[in-house]
């Protein structure tokens, strides 16, 4: 015998499935955001475990300076790695601090999306940082202009015709003016 399913037994159904696939969806977040959070103090540990990069002396130098004083400036030769140490600092801030919202303004455009592309980079080169991006509506919020994470910070870049008001903006980096 054939048992009809009613539409009221369909929905709680659909609830009950729907139920489970988020809270599995949370417990993969609440373990990423512990991970992440583990090395939240040491900006080599926290980029070797967590993005799987390793950093020079001079680049942890730098991150742990940008620590302690939130104005410096980065000043060296070229193709010694500043942008990229930079960017990882940015980077571990979003990951670690709710709610902050990073914003890379450049004189190009292009200058300025290669300065987020590290981000996106590392992003997706690391399954912990990836199990952290958010997800709305069955999409997660990564794109080539930025991303979102679960903790709500955000990262996006803008070119030289954009306002450097960054009104609503935790962290503004310029990109060599």
């Not at 949370?26 to 959070?37: G, H, L, M, N, P």
């Not at 290669?114 to 991006?133: E, M, N, Q, R, T």
Request: charged residues 25%.
């Amino acid at each position: 015998m054939i048992k009809r399913i009613l539409p009221f037994d369909r929905l709680r159904v659909t609830i009950f499935f729907l139920l489970v696939f988020c809270m599995g969806k949370i417990e993969v977040s609440i373990a990423a955001e512990k991970e992440i959070a583990k090395f939240k103090d040491d900006n080599y540990l926290w980029v070797k475990n967590i993005c799987n990069i390793d950093l020079r002396p001079h680049q942890v130098m730098w991150m742990d300076q940008m620590d302690r004083s939130p104005m410096t400036s980065v000043v060296a030769s070229p193709r010694v790695g500043k942008t990229f140490a930079v960017e990882m600092h940015g980077l571990k801030a979003n990951a670690v601090n709710p709610f902050e919202d990073y914003r890379v303004f450049a004189p190009a455009e292009s200058q300025a999306a290669g300065a987020v592309k590290y981000h996106i980079d590392a992003i997706l080169g690391s399954p912990v940082l990836s199990a952290f991006i958010e997800t709305r509506l069955g999409r997660k919020q990564i794109r080539s202009t930025g991303y979102t994470f679960q903790n709500g910070s955000n990262t996006a870049y803008y070119g030289q015709n954009s306002k450097l008001d960054g009104v609503n903006a935790t962290i503004i980096r310029g990109e060599e003016y």
